[in-house]
């Protein structure tokens, strides 16, 4: 969620009220809103594209709530010694949360192990879960307002706090100690984020907290749904359940338990209403990422759960051998168990069977969805498939980040109305030539591109020229994501200042290179990718010869607010992932909607953005995606070019130092190990790279891209987005608040 002073106040429409009030008592609205720590309770896009669909929910006034997890320690700080990462916890509760209201009364029991016995109810055979564990969920309240709007949503997080029936053999028995300690046991189910965003090391811990968020989740979903009607019949009327990823798809078995087990419904009405309250968006792109639970596991920690999902798939498979015969290679695909040495659950196979609707997050996704990931499925259901390309709320990467940008957007459109209503953005294409918006719109870049420099200065002591590009890469360190491109393009660039006479240094266009980035604290090469661009940085940065023609900086501890300030005062930023990697991206569009030129991939939505603005208003570089599989069969033949190898054997060879850190880096990129296809993608990098600073001296042409971006970015908010959800997928109007 990043800081919510400037957001709620702003969504209110009472931020000069709010700031003049503060004066009175002294105090500076900006100054204060600075002081507010980051809530970052989740690693990356799919979490931050969660908050700004919340920001969208509740501005169209449709009627939502959120569920997540109230960790006690969010992701962790980043913090970087010597070139390296370290990672410290968060522990953003310390000083208390204003947003936040504590439910003391809307707790939860939520059970863990134990045994499911057969009995008998009413003379019908019924299964009872007799657990070995019960913690509380109690909920924390935070409030979401829409802009605009009277609307406000909640996004209710759950604690886990020990319950009073928790172990109380061991007291009785007089294990005081154990008892205590057992008791805190409880308290670390909500206790700390998973700081690995795709890696699924089947840990008990994680599982739990996912059974913890879901139970607690579905427990108030039927109990608010009970406060109102009688008939379960009414359920799918009033009830859609999106699951955000694989993540929370644990409900699918717990609400087809509490229908079974505690409504006692007959499994034909369970399924009946499970097939239509359950949606499916998927986040990702690779087979690897899709969540396996190992058997033993689920079966030991939520053993009724276990029987449901092997019934589900029971079920399914027979109906599955009516439709498609005994072709046994496909129904092993398909099945959710997965055999093996580990007998695993896919939790993404579930998913699809449960969903009436599966959604990629853009359209080269929602294709490689249908024609890759989920084929099996889809040619069995193709109409449950659809796609809704994400976005991103202006409310927060224009109005609350970018005030002058907004500012400035609302004088020439004449209106504040696109804050509530993005495609009037477009508006401005009528004056992406008008010389007197040209010099205006140069002017905000400027005011946000000191305020990036004096950031970077107090961080760092270095000064940079604002003069100079600034060119950014900012997101979560991943191979695929190819941070390690940019740094070996910049290498490239220095080598080739460095072997320049004068005359042709005349020519260079001075750049600040900014890279930021988390990397999974066991993610081994995305931490050499961090040390690498620190001691590249330091040889670059400390050369009297290149002086400002180049710089390098790492801003350490990346998170929304640093993105609030960083998006704004970027000229170019980069998404460099091998097409077919990045699902959709959302970075993207934020650089965007601010009047940033893209450097990309024609990969996720970068596609969709060319459509909207125009290959000759973007960088785009890079093989395909339906390229990429034939250059990686190509293999030991592929040619790299020279450039490539120079770079590498600069790196190789200890130009930087650390040579022998920064071999197995090495090893990764070059002959048949490089997956990510950085040699096959650097020539045409780097020509994309001279076609920016092509641009970029040409300031009437850089301007007028650079307002043709934040015009043609309407497709890119989350308001688009969630509108589509509403309409294709959940079937819901808005429901605006009477007074
Ligand atoms: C994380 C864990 C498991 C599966 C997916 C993710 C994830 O972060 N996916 C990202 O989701 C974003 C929002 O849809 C997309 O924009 C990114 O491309 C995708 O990598």
Known sequence: MGRSLSNIVINLGIRDQFADALSQ????????????????????????????QMDSLATLDYPAVGYGLRYQYGLFRQVIVDGFQHEQPDYWLNFGNPWEIERVHITYPVKFYGTVTDEFLNGEKCKVWVPGEMVEAVAYDNPIPGYGTRNTINLRLWAAKPSDQHDMESFNTGDYVDAVVNRQRAESISSILYPDDRSYQGKELRLKQQYFFVSASVQDIFRRFKDTHKKFDEFPEKVALQLNDTHPSLAIAEVMRVLL?????????AWDIICKIFSFTTHTVSPEGLEKIPVDLLGNLLPRHLQIIY?????????????????YDRLTRMSIVEEGAVKNIRMANLSVICSHTVNGVSRL??????????????DLWPHKFQYKTNGVTQRRWIVVSNPSLCALISKWLGTESWIRDIDLLIGLRDYATNAELHQEWKMVKKVNKIRLAEYIEAMSGLKVSLDAMFDVQTKRIHEYKRQLLNILGIIHRYDCIKNMDKNDRKKVVPRVCIIGGKAAPGYEIAKKIIKLCHVVAEKINNDNDIGDLLKLVFIPDYNVSVAEMVIPGADLSQHLSTAGHEASGTGSMKFLMNGCLLLATADGSTIEMVEEIGQDNMFLFGAKAHEVVALRKKGPTLKVPLQFSRVVRMIRDGHFGFEDYFKSLCDKIEGTSDYFLLGAD????????????????????????SILSSAGAGRFSSDRTIQ???E??????????PF
């Open 25 to 52: 008592l002294g105090f500076d609205f900006e100054v204060l809103a600075e002081q507010e720590g980051d809530a970052c309770l989740g690693n990356g896009g799919l979490a931050r594209l969660s908050a700004c």
């Open 261 to 269: 087990d505690e409504e006692h419904l007959s499994w034909h009405r």
């Open 311 to 327: 019934d589900i798939n029971f079920n399914f498979v027979e109906e599955l051998k009516k439709m498609i015969g005994l072709d």
């Open 365 to 378: 996704h929602s294709e490689l969805l249908r024609t890759k990931l989920f084929k099996d499925f889809y």
């Open 682 to 705: 650097f020539m045409s990098y780097l020509e994309a790279q001279a076609a920016a600073d092509k641009a970029f001296v040409d300031e009437e042409r850089w301007t007028k891209m």
């Open 724 to 726: 589509e959800y509403a």
């Open 728 to 737: 294709n997928t959940w079937d819901i109007q808005p429901c605006r608040c």
